[in-house]
């Protein structure tokens, strides 16, 4: 039985994105099925995502993180230069209503979350350096994140500073590290290996569910605003 839930979370990983899409679809088609995903529960489910991604990680992976503030500094510069400029172009591209172009502008302006640190845990990249990615983009939010929605929609906006930074403490920082105790001291034991194996499924279905509990909530907008941007989501996450 072990290895088979191994083998079936190895597979849910290599098809992290038709799972997510399917996902997604089925929030759409029928929005009850993840309508518990809200609030609360999805900040759990959020920090269980987190917290087996601290499971991988080791302190040589903070040492050789802490050794890289360069790569830092490019990595919030290129978070708050390319991310809002890309999201600006799309507006202008797909021509969206003023409603929808401040949302679209809005997300390409709020610093990196949880969906790129498991993005970078499932495709085996550098965890350590997209958890520190996360929390630096976050401190500097408050301050870039209004200015550069003012610049991009000509609209100000209110940062709920103190917030922001109680989330990312709370969903990122506190799980991440409790994983990595957790991989410290009971990386010795063998039965653990067997665990970490096991992780990446609970991540893929974790983010699953995050991603129906959003469209179930949207459905209406999407349905009036989003319908065509949906459709391309999900177009280009088929295609190659």
Known sequence: MKEIVKEVSAWMASHS??????????????????????????????????????????????????????????GACAQFTLMPLLAYTLTQVFGLNPYLSIGIILVGCCPGGVS??????????????????????????????PLLVWWL???????????????ILLITIIPVGI??????????????????????????????????????QVKPQLMIHGMGLFLLMLSRGVLP
């Open 17 to 74: 994105s038709t799972y997510v899409i399917a996902a997604a679809v089925l929030a759409f088609l029928v929005p009850d099925v993840f309508g518990w995903v809200r609030g609360d529960v999805s900040s759990v489910i959020l920090g269980v995502i987190m917290l087996t991604m601290g499971l991988t990680l080791s302190t040589e992976d903070f040492r050789i993180l802490f050794s890289r503030p360069w790569d830092i500094f490019i």
């Open 116 to 145: 790129s640190n498991i993005m970078s845990f499932l495709c085996k990249g550098d965890v350590a350096f997209s958890v520190g990615m996360t929390t630096a983009s976050t401190l500097l939010a408050p301050f870039m994140t």
């Open 153 to 167: 929609a000509d609209t100000r906006i209110e940062v709920d500073t103190l917030g922001m930074f109680r989330g």
């Open 179 to 216: 994983g990595f105790l957790v991989n410290q001291y009971a990386s010795r034991h063998k039965w653990y290996e067997d665990v970490r194996q096991m992780m990446p499924g609970v991540s893929v279905t974790s983010l699953a569910l995050i991603v129906g509990g959003v469209v179930s």
